[in-house]
């Protein structure tokens, strides 16, 4: 490794399931490699040692890199240095752009390229997934509280790109007509390129990352049928963010998750107690549809929501209040309620 690989990957911020029961996949499975077999030749590595996000600027937003320095802010620093580096995080997931280009811009960057954490503006870590697929009843002890059975296959809904929201976002609760809004922390998953019948295998290699995300439910709404659709897609209730962190510094399935509400702590677990891995999710919903580069997969709550709780102790979300989730190597996501 040369000297220039060396200093990037310090620079760049690198962050110290049961089995599908009853679910037969019958794709073909092959060793798990840095580049998955079947990609293709020529698809560009997802990265490594890498934490992203996205910055607000003015009315649009640009791609930062975590450092040592602060957050490189690409859009600045490219401008300035003309590296081809990629400009946004929907660059950096459909492989435009030069990503060594990122390194060159670490080590070139003068300090006013670099914004301090506790300044920045963000916007959504992914600005543009394709899908958003959220996954119900995912960790054995969630199921448990709500008196549900353990899922035999994971249970699959959506919302949409209107959900989309950052940290240090607010979430109108107030224009809505619901009432018993709920708070559901998650690891989310971010697809790095086209995945179509992945075997559990080779899944790893099609996951780019993962970031930290609150499920924001309307639990009134999503009891009105038993499609749960209704509840779970209001505007900005699919928080993400603040970091992008490249799969290959997270072992997505052992990471702590907490949820706090006006810092009283609410949710406390671990992903380890999913029902199904991360690569079984990837596998699975790569059988009955086509997942992209940018895709997102919400992989379920654990136990101590609202709903959870006893119908006297039930004391809904309401304006005002602020909502904090934190994934162990992910970061803190924060958010209110207006």
């Not at 490219?78 to 390194?103: C, R």
């Not at 505007?235 to 052992?254: E, K, M, R, Y």
């Not at 997969?297 to 039930?314: H, M, R």
């Amino acid at each position: 490794m040369n000297k220039r690989r060396r200093t990037f990957l310090k620079t760049a911020g690198l962050a110290g399931g049961a089995a599908l029961a009853g679910l037969s996949l019958e794709a073909p499975r092959s060793p798990v490699a840095a580049q998955a077999p079947g990609i293709g030749a020529g698809a560009q590595a997802l990265p490594r040692g890498m934490t992203f996000c996205t910055l607000a600027r003015g009315g649009g937003s640009g791609l930062g890199l975590k450092s040592d320095r602060g957050i490189l802010d690409v859009v600045a620093a490219e401008a300035a240095l003309k590296e081809n580096a990629p400009t946004t995080i929907s660059a950096v997931l459909a492989g435009a752009g030069d990503l060594a280009g990122l390194q060159r811009l670490l080590e070139r960057a003068a300090a006013s390229h670099f914004v301090a954490e506790d300044q920045a503006k963000f916007g959504p870590c992914v600005t543009s997934p394709e899908k958003i697929v959220c996954i119900g009843l995912n960790y054995r002890k969630h199921a448990a509280e709500t008196g549900q059975p353990v899922p035999k296959q994971p249970i699959l809904f959506n919302k949409y790109n209107t959900a989309l929201n950052a940290c240090g976002g607010v979430i109108a609760v107030s224009k809505e007509k619901a009432e018993k809004f709920d708070y559901e922390a998650e690891l989310v998953i971010v697809i790095g390129r086209t995945a179509r019948n992945v075997a559990e295998a080779e899944a790893p290699n099609y996951i780019f990352g993962y970031c930290t995300g609150n499920d924001f439910t309307a639990r009134d709404l999503q009891s009105r049928s038993s499609q749960w659709m209704l509840g779970k897609t209001l505007d900005g209730s699919g928080p993400i963010g603040p970091w992008l962190v490249t799969a290959d510094q997270v072992n997505g399935d052992n990471l702590q998750i907490e949820c706090r509400v006006n810092g009283e702590l609410r949710q406390s677990s671990n992903t380890s107690d999913m029902v199904f891995s991360c690569k079984q999710l990837v596998s699975y919903i790569s059988h009955h549809m086509t997942l992209k580069a940018g895709d997102l997969i919400f992989t379920g709550t654990p136990e101590g929501v609202i709903s959870g709780y006893a119908k006297d102790k039930q004391v809904w979300l309401k304006a005002g209040d602020k909502v904090s989730t934190s994934i162990e190597k992910l970061g803190e996501l924060t958010f209110t309620l207006t």
